[in-house]
């Protein structure tokens, strides 16, 4: 370390990662709770112990589960590492998405950062995609019933959805084929990928100067060594602690060797697509898997390209008002999903009364206005009584579709048992 050749290479790569100097408001802990970071080190981590996995796991039918077992039983530490690579992968769903939703609720969507917004849109469904490849990866009953739900749900697309199912699968049904190509997608592809989109999201971030701070006339600048330095390795090490510890005590799940013959009674798709399988069980399938989702992503495309807003860039939830109306999206959407869950179950009730209504009507367009309707009312509330900007409507609007779909998330996870049907 006395090289002052070493040192100099060292000086740089850092450099690319960090200036020199920052803000001292930007490296305070709450203002990005180092979602960011604890991303980056979870992707090195799965990273890690995804190569070590390589050298024992076999990527075929006969092979895959006994090549798992082999794994916990016979390898030294080997339990532990699949624990480490599963929870680490489960985490940096959950970490992704608080990532998301810290930059939009602290207006760093918008100017010069609105294409990296777009860079972490696509980053998200690159770590979903990720984690549903290597879903299937272990071919025991939950992997295999969990994806196959996943594929099915694939062919509700119209015009297209069968086709993109079989190509998905390799087949009718999910196979050798499937394992294979999630194999190479989990493995190769989607890492490829990942580094390529995370080199321009880094990059773009420092494009932009930085985190965004609250009040941009406090220009005190710090040196990063060893104001960030120690915050970013203080967080390294705790995350790395409480990875270890979770992954001595837990162990990733595995249950009986796949057979396509005896489903389990549910079957659930994996946690994070959860909220589409609940949404299922209230809307056609159409809207519920194509229709919804495309408004949605069109939607968080859109926000940062909307002209005419009062944007507070840095400031968490724009104002205290924007606060304000947050918490009560919040609440008015933790009431309403909860009270709709059940209420649905009225309209496919109807179905049976009215036998001849088109299944459009009764599963698709009632449901919907079921949810639309009083939301576009609570909605108007919040402009009219507490006089909301248009900021403010879109936050409150994010807000009530996020939180509905926390709720059929926990929902469908928790109180869903045989036939799907909610705990008593």
Known sequence: MNNPATQKAITKFLLHLHPPRVNKQAIKYTRTFGLGGIAALLFILLFISGMLLRFVYVPSVKGAYDSIQYLQQEVFFGQLLRNMHYWCGMLLVIVSFLHLIRVFYSNSIYHERRKNWLYGLLLMFLVIMSNFTGYLLPWDQLAYWAVTIMTNMLSYIPLIGDALASLVRGGSEVNEGTLLRFYHFHTGLLPLLMVFVMSIHFWLVRKAKG????????????????????????????????????????????????????????????WYFMGFQELLLHLHPGIGIFIVPLLVIALFVYIPYIKGLEVNVGVWFNSPKGKAITVYSIIYALFITLLIIPGTEYFLKFQAWWPEAPILLTTGLLPLLLYMVPGAAFIAIVKIKLKANALELIMSVVSILLTSYLVMTLVGSLLRGEGMHLFA
């Open 211 to 270: 985190v965004t701070v609250a009040d941009s006339t406090k220009t005190e600048m710090v040196k990063t060594h060893p104001e960030l330095l120690y915050k970013e390795i203080v967080v390294a090490l705790g995350l790395l602690l409480a990875i270890l510890l979770s992954s001595m005590l837990v162990n990733a799940p595995l249950l009986d060797k796949a057979n396509p013959l005896e489903s389990p009674n549910p079957s659930k798709a994996p």
